[in-house]
């Protein structure tokens, strides 16, 4: 009996050994396939690097090329011409002043012709369609004509302002000259040519001071009165003292 029970134990612990190996062979065959199918998954799911371009570089290059476009289209449509601007160099706060500029691809023509002796000539490079922008911190500026126009071969296209001076002192304005370039199946974009300043001085301007102050004095009248009268009194009753030195000086002199 007692050689059969070990067998039957030996018997048992064998079985038993060999359904643990094929339970533990099965788990590294289900993880290894688990494994794969991550790594398969995985791999088709991660971005594999084959020349995709993103948004941002599109839109990128897309500028680049359109730039090129116009500076290219800007270059074949330019030529020498000439530019006369008419600005005042002295102006009065509140007198309305017009301005006057004109420009020509004919490097012939007298562009100066029936403008004020403050006008000036300077070559400059145009196209068929220009702008003129006409700005200054200190003036009202109006337009009188058209900022877009069009420069046919050997003519004269001119701009317009009425410019009004705001306040007193050295003031600036600025001219600016824009060519129009336009390419297939792109909107048309102003391309700035030339910049040009201008100083201008500009006095006060009696009448419209008593027009900016007239309420003051109205208010202030009785003060005034009192400081003019007392002026008076005093340059009547030294009258004679002052009318001496005057003669002293004039004698000396």
Not at 161 to 169: I, L, Q, R, S
């Amino acid at each position: 009996m007692r050689y059969r029970s070990r067998e039957q134990h030996f018997f048992i612990y064998t079985c038993i050994l060999v359904i643990i190996l094929a339970l533990l062979v099965g788990c590294d065959g289900g993880g290894g396939g688990g494994g794969s199918r991550n790594e398969t998954t995985s791999q088709q799911g991660e971005p594999t690097d084959t020349g995709a371009v993103t948004p941002a570089t599109t839109a990128s290059q897309n500028y680049k090329i359109a730039q090129d476009a116009y500076s290219a289209t800007l270059k074949e449509t330019l030529r020498p011409g000439q530019i006369a601007f008419d600005i005042a160099k002295q102006m009065k706060v509140a007198e309305n002043e017009v301005i006057e500029v004109r420009v020509t691809d004919n490097l012939q023509r007298d562009l100066k012709a029936g403008l004020s002796k403050d006008a000036k000539t300077q070559p400059i490079d145009v196209t068929s369609f220009l702008g003129a922008e006409l700005t200054g911190a200190s003036f009202e500026i109006k337009p009188l004509s058209q900022k877009k126009q069009i420069l046919a071969q050997g003519r004269v296209v001119k701009w317009l302002w009425n410019v009004t001076p705001t306040e007193a002192g050295s003031q600036k304005l600025f001219l600016e000259i824009c060519a129009y370039i336009s390419i297939k199946d792109k909107p048309e974009v102003p391309a700035c040519l030339e910049t040009f300043s201008r100083d201008v001085t500009v006095a006060v301007n009696p009448s419209n001071w008593l027009g900016q102050n007239w309420k003051w004095i109205v208010e202030n009248w009785s003060t005034l009165a009192a400081v003019l009268t007392g002026a008076s009194v005093f340059i009547v009753a030294r009258w004679k003292w002052i009318k001496a030195l005057f003669r002293k000086k004039t004698s000396k002199s």
